[in-house]
């Protein structure tokens, strides 16, 4: 068995789930549950650290990014891309992440994919006060009519005062980590991408998990919460 | 829960904030080391107003906080550079 | 309450005896005044009574003796350091506490528990073994020792720490004890007292005289005193007094925070403390556990609680100590701690003739309670600093002479 060349934060938790497998941009992703359509309704929790992801800060990062037809015009909003999304967190710092979509799984885990978070990545730096930043984040989605409650019990921020329709990103902490949270909607069910470090990953992942199983929900897989 | 006020960020519970201490103004670094230790060591601190920096950070963002040391209050906040915006 | 202990009360036969005066005014002089009563100003108003026949002397207390972080502290007494300077310092007060209550012929409730100091780290694993060889190497009973070691002396632990931060050692002290600290304050109030030296409660400095760098007076708010000597031991208030005489210090204040728990039977009996979690506790001779943390995050001249201190520790609590998740939290409490920037205490005299400190105790001074008392009563006595306390003095910073005691002081007092 070949090594992986990249692996989940939470690699070793996810081992003990059974569903299917496979190879997303180099990482081993769960991507199927048996229990997945069950459980989406209710409260689906699903880990998407295989998508490609990339960051770059500094007061030169705008313009760079306009470069490539990336724009975000307000603080703390996301954009959506073709292959994908666009965050900008607070004034000067982007993370843009790739799509499943815009990714195959099929692809030999030696090439690198044309994707817009590998042309990013492959891009010249040399301007001025643009830097990239490395992301090795754990990238969760949570899914159903229980998210608010799990939020409620995690975090101390009121989503419910939000407007969706202004593709707004919160800065927060949840169960004491910094995390990115992007409310949204999805067959009119809540649907939020959470990112923290990586290296908070597991007791993360144990926490939001143990949570959402109280409520009647658990782990999916990838492909099953990106294409239910 | 105590809060503050993000210029950036908005309202957030306190405990998502770092005190980053006083801000002052450093003297040129060849001010000799008898005025280097007061700048390093002493510190204003009886109870007062004081503007001090802070960071909210899940973001990172570093501001200002005007706050009375006595009571907790905190005044305003800005990002540095624009306390009149 | 029954009748028969009402009637007692209130009977003229038998009075409750005063532990001491309360003078109704202020001479206009005094050899010395003392500004603050906590442990550390009565200690020194009692050693320069008793070793030093000073006794025109006034201690001045804004509220009452023992409010301020004497009475709030959690009494945990200990003399495991980093640093040769604070490891004979701290051990002279050790050996001083043990023989206080004969001294005093009142029971300070001093109980010798063993202190373990847990490493959850490496890193802390190596800075356990360099302080257990300086203190050995000053004859301090101080030793790393295995979490075996630490099951056996509190099998409750759950040493794995719910799996996030497992135990890997600790540093045991055996000396390590705890004791009543209003009876401190009281028992030197008292011996003080007896010795001659008022006490005046309900009396706060307002302003500090000083002539061409010299003290002559203070100004309180029951009148003027004259005074060519003047000790200022105020722990969380030095800064406002240092105002009043115009001296820069490095001192700063953050709010320190401890809580207790209701009573329960006796099941702990050593002192635990991890700096990794931020915790440290001790259980009482009325079964309650005092808890401490870290200090509060933020400058603050005020002694208030908060709810986010009682949330953050009791998670902390429950790594270590899983069974007691129903265990309730009857108080909690804060004073205001003088730190400063190498946790090492300013002490002796000033750039101002007459005017003495003893202060930038911070979160570990109620163990120095007896040294401090004995030294700043001989360098006030001497208008000379003690030996011991030579390398403390105000003036280090200026010559960056920092003492670099964090590492043994910053969680565990
Ligand atoms: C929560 C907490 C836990 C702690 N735990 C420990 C521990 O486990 N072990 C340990 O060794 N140390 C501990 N400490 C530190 C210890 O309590 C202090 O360092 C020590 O008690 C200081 O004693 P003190 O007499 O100098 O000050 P204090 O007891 O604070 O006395 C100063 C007095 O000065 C009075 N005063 C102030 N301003 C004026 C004025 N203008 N005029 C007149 N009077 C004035 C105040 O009212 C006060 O009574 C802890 C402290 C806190 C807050």
Not at chain 2, 59 to 69: H, Q, V
Not at chain 3, 199 to 210: A, D, F, N
Not at chain 3, 214 to 239: D, E, H, M, N, W
Not at chain 3, 268 to 291: C, F, N
């Amino acid at each position: 068995m070949s090594t992986p060349r990249r692996l989940s934060p939470i690699h070793e938790s996810l081992q003990q789930i059974e569903g299917t497998w496979s190879d997303i941009n180099g990482m081993p992703a769960l991507i199927h549950t048996s229990e997945d359509a069950r459980i989406a309704k209710t409260l689906g929790i699903a880990d998407l650290s295989s998508l490609g992801r990339f960051g770059v800060k500094g007061a030169g990062a705008a313009a760079w990014l306009a470069h490539y037809g990336i724009t975000v015009e307000q603080p703390n909003r996301w954009t959506r891309l073709a292959g994908g999304l666009a965050i900008r967190l607070g004034l000067s710092e982007y993370l843009i992440e790739d799509s499943l979509s815009n990714t195959s799984s099929n692809i030999p885990s030696n090439t690198l994919p044309n994707t817009m978070v590998s042309r990013l990545a492959a891009g010249n730096f040399d301007p001025d006060q643009v830097y990239p930043v490395l992301r090795q984040d754990l990238a969760l989605a949570l899914w159903g009519e229980q998210v608010p409650a799990l939020m409620l019990q995690t975090c101390n921020f009121n989503f419910r005062a939000l407007t969706l329709a202004e593709n707004p990103v919160v800065l927060t902490t949840m169960i004491g980590v910094a995390v990115t949270v992007l409310p949204s909607e999805r067959n009119g069910l809540p649907f939020y991408r959470i990112w923290c470090d990586g290296t908070f990953g597991n007791y993360f992942w144990h926490t939001l998990l143990a949570i959402a199983q109280e409520l009647g929900g658990g782990v999916i897989g990838t492909t099953s919460i990106l294409f239910p | 829960m105590k809060q503050m006020i993000c210029p950036i960020n908005g309202t957030r519970p306190i405990v998502e904030f770092t005190c980053g201490g006083d801000l002052q103004s450093m003297p040129d670094p060849h001010c000799g080391d008898t005025v280097w230790a007061d700048y390093i060591f002493n510190r204003n601190n009886a109870p007062t107003i004081k503007q001090e920096w802070w960071c909210h950070t899940p973001s990172n963002t570093w501001f200002i906080a005007k706050r009375n040391t006595l009571t907790d209050e905190v005044l305003c906040t800005y990002l540095y550079g624009q306390e009149d915006v | 309450m029954p009748l028969r202990l009402l009637k007692f009360g209130f009977s003229k036969t038998y009075p409750e005896p005063r532990m001491f005066r309360s003078p109704d005014r202020l001479k206009s002089s005094y050899d010395a005044v003392i500004i603050g009563g906590g442990g550390h100003g009565l200690a020194a108003a009692y050693y320069l009574s008793r070793d030093h026949g000073m006794n025109n002397i006034a201690v001045l207390e804004r509220g009452y003796i023992g409010s301020g972080n004497t009475g709030r502290n959690t009494t945990i007494i200990r003399s495991n350091y980093l640093t040769p300077e604070g490891v004979k310092f701290y051990d002279q007060s050790v050996q001083l506490w043990q023989d206080l209550s004969v001294d005093f012929d009142l029971n300070l409730f001093y109980s010798t528990r063993g202190h373990f100091t847990l490493a959850h780290t490496d890193a802390s694993v190596r800075t356990m073994r360099w302080r257990a060889e300086v203190n050995k190497h000053y004859g301090i009973d101080s030793e790393l020792v295995a979490p075996e070691d630490v099951k056996a002396a509190c099998p409750e632990m759950d040493l794995n720490c719910g799996g996030h931060t497992p135990v890997l050692g600790a540093l045991y002290h055996a000396p390590g004890s705890i004791a009543r600290h209003d009876a401190v304050a009281w028992g030197y109030g008292r011996g003080a007292d007896q010795r001659g030296v008022e006490i005046h409660q309900q009396t706060e400095v307002v302003g500090i005289q000083v002539e061409a760098d010299r003290v002559t007076g203070v100004a309180t708010s029951r009148g003027q005193i004259a005074t060519p000597r003047v000790l200022c031991a105020v722990a969380g208030f030095t800064p406002r007094l240092l105002q009043m005489v115009n001296l820069p210090s490095p001192i700063y204040v953050h709010p320190l925070q401890a809580m207790v728990s209701e009573p329960m039977k006796p099941w702990l009996d050593p002192i635990i403390v991890s700096g990794s979690l931020h915790v440290y506790v001790s259980q009482t001779a009325r079964g309650e556990l005092v808890m401490g943390a870290s200090l509060d995050p933020y400058e603050l001249h005020a002694s208030r609680s908060t709810l986010e201190f009682a949330e953050g520790l009791s998670a902390q609590m429950l790594e270590l100590f899983p069974f007691l998740s129903h265990v309730k939290i009857v108080r909690q409490w804060a004073g205001m701690a003088d730190m400063t920037p190498d946790f090492a205490p300013i002490m002796g005299k000033t750039p101002i003739a007459g005017f003495y400190l003893d202060a930038g105790w911070g979160t570990w001074g109620f163990k120095a309670t007896p040294v401090c008392g004995k030294t700043m009563a001989y360098t006030v006595a001497n208008d000379k600093n003690h030996e011991l306390i030579q390398d403390f003095s105000l003036d280090r910073f200026k010559r960056y002479e920092l003492v670099g005691e964090k590492g043994a002081a910053s969680v565990g007092h």
